[in-house]
């Protein structure tokens, strides 16, 4: 049999699926482009890195760990720390490689093949991708023209055949955050038969913010199934590392979870340095004053060369440039500057471009004014 026969006989979805846009790496575009040095704003992570602490903790990894021995599969240390801090039950908790294993674990856990999932466009492309890949028909809710969650729209799209609701909140790629009075609107449209899946990969930024919902207790009071996503790869600077953890509504939700993911989903060293970071939240809120700056800063530049970001609360902006986003980040490539051109349907003039360090927050601008052709 032919690869190609073979592959015809595979399921449709799978044969169907997009491939996630993962973005380009810095050595790829300094050899290609021949440039010394690379912004690489296309992937939302932390210029500041890991905290000193979980640096110097790897630094005695090797001689305090046993490398032959399979990770702890319910990531104890880790479990109870954030069980504690968040006043959850530890049963509640469960980890994933990254938040993303998180969601391609809910959508295998609690998706069949015809179920209808909702979720907001422009999209997180895995918010998409994942229920697609088990069979499931995903609604996309546009944002509203000025950037903000169309929650009315949410609402309407809401059917008898809902069997999941996905948010990023604050949005990625957008940056908006929906408030407390909202959520609550929202959710309060849903039914028990649909898992709210709220993805606050970027909390750590939003937290403080007015109106940013205690999304927990507002989960909590909705009495609705539900999984709250969160991750070490954005404001603890641990993308390499893969760790993201979900909060369950019901431990047996978590459970069943459990059963679907693979035992030992998160390593040893991910689970040390993920436990040493979530104790060092002075970083965290370090990262995060860092973000703020940048983007304020971002965002005045852009104004200024006639651009209008919309609202971010995260460590990021969205905006219309006006032109082919994708032809333009490909021409600031030879710049060294990697942002994210936005590929969903109607939003081919977005690009996401990632609050860096100072020096490539403005190679960004000048890049970025140079090579625009509007
Ligand atoms: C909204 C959202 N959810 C989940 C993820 C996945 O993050 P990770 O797998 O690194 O935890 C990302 C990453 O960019 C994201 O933006």
Known sequence: MSVTAFIENLRAEVRGLPAYNAGLSAEFVRERYGVSHVAKLGSNENPRGAS????????????????????DPSCSALRALIAERLA????????????????????????????EVITVIPSFGLHIIYPQSVGAKVVTVPMRSDFEFDVDALIAAISPRTRMLIISNPSNPVGCAMDGAEMRRLLSAVSPETLVLWDEAYFEYASDEHGYPDSLAVLRESGLPWLLLRTFSKAYGLA????????????????????????????????????????????????????RAGRDWMSAALVGLGVNPARSRANFLFFDCGEDAAELAGKMLEDGVIVKPWREPGYENCMRVSVGNAADNALFIRSFDRRRTV
């Open 52 to 71: 000193a602490a979980v640096l110097a903790h790897l630094a005695e990894f090797t001689t305090t760990s046993t490398l032959a021995l399979y990770p």
């Open 88 to 115: 959850v039950d530890p049963e509640h908790l469960l980890f994933g490689n990254g938040s993303e294993d998180l969601l391609a674990i809910a959508a295998h856990t609690f998706l069949a093949p015809g179920d």
């Open 240 to 291: 390499g590392l893969r760790v993201g953890y979900g909060v369950a509504s019901a431990p047996e939700l978590a459970g069943l979870m459990d059963r679907v993911r693979t035992p030992f989903n998160i390593n040893q060293i991910a689970q040390q340095a993920a436990t040493v970071a979530f104790g060092d939240q002075a970083h965290v809120a370090a990262s995060v004053a860092d973000a």
